[in-house]
């Protein structure tokens, strides 16, 4: 659980930095863009072709493609209809995602998993919610789908790792992901994209030189890497980790004004969903 606890501090800026410089005066599709290919070419000149099946190839694909490409473009819509504390309460619903779409793969069913989801799932919103505003729905309803394909890439991803174990170290194919996403990402950016808002100041590119090199490339990485060692109810509860590491990151480094007694029930009742997950019986990761 290392990785994702690393990964959770990493990606703990994200949410803000978006919010606060990027929303509004950066064009969404180009943002993406730029994030994707940047950690396209950290792993593409290290990533092997010759040998690896097909399926797998196709496989990251698709993962990249949900988990980053279409999972990313709706998200920083969703900073068009919605604040940033309300981004961090509408993504509490990963965790059901991730447990019910890896019941499905498995053909189970785990009551144990699906309710300490639950519980970090109250948890998070027991921090975050603080009120909504009046046009919220939009946003909402992006976010859910958001949610959901990032869901459906972290559990692919370690599926498809299990089920077609490979010789070469992990990041020599990771490269494939990344295309995926790019997949999507390109031509959303050459039918959507607003070249008259793309990055004007230096601030705006270094913004997007850190979410794209280390919150994407290093970030995505670990993340994917660190949910094969877990099962899939810790890598459900760890995606709510984000809600209280987001909300510390406002409250020391941006000044926001977030309540601490919430903030402190919270994280308990999600420290606590980890404990509910750990009494469930010893299964295949």
């Known amino acids: 659980m290392g990785l994702l606890l690393f ?3 990493f990606w703990a800026f994200s949410f803000s930095l978006i919010g606060e410089f990027l929303s509004g005066n950066v064009d969404n599709d180009f943002a993406v863009l730029t994030r994707v290919t940047l950690a396209a070419l950290m792993f ?11 399926r797998i190839i196709g496989g990251l694909m698709l993962c990249g493609a949900l988990q980053f490409g279409i999972t990313y473009l709706l998200l920083y819509r969703s900073f068009s209809f919605l604040t940033v504390p309300e981004v961090l309460l509408f993504t509490i619903f990963t ?7 890896d019941d499905a793969l498995n053909r189970r069913f785990s009551p144990v998993a699906l309710l300490a989801a639950a ?4 948890g998070a919103g027991v921090i975050r ?5 009046e046009d919220y729905l939009t946003g909402f309803l992006l976010l859910q789908v958001s949610n959901l394909t990032f869901a459906a890439g972290q559990v692919g991803y370690k599926h498809l790792m299990q089920a077609f174990p490979l010789v070469l170290a992990p990041w020599r194919t990771f490269g494939h992901f990344f295309i995926g996403a790019l997949i999507i990402a390109l031509p959303s950016f050459l039918i959507f994209g607003n070249t008259e808002m793309l990055p004007s100041t230096s601030l705006h590119w270094g913004i997007l030189a850190w979410l ?9 990485y670990l993340w994917n890497r660190g949910g094969c060692q877990v099962d899939a109810g810790t ?3 760890m995606n709510n980790a984000l809600v209280p590491a987001g ?3 406002n409250l020391a480094i941006w000044g926001q004004d977030e309540p601490l007694l919430p903030l402190f029930i919270g994280g308990s009742i999600i420290a606590f969903s980890l404990w509910i997950n750990a009494r469930r019986p010893a299964s295949k990761l």
Request: charged share 5%.
């Open 7 to 9: 990964v959770t501090v």
């Open 44 to 54: 593409l000149p290290l990533t092997v072709w010759r040998g690896v099946p097909g």
């Open 95 to 101: 965790p059901l995602y991730v447990t019910l779409i």
């Open 119 to 122: 519980v970090a799932t109250l």
């Open 129 to 133: 919610y603080d009120g909504l505003s």
């Open 212 to 220: 794209g090199v280390g919150a994407s490339g290093i970030g995505m």
């Open 235 to 237: 890598l459900g509860i």
């Open 247 to 249: 909300l510390l990151v």
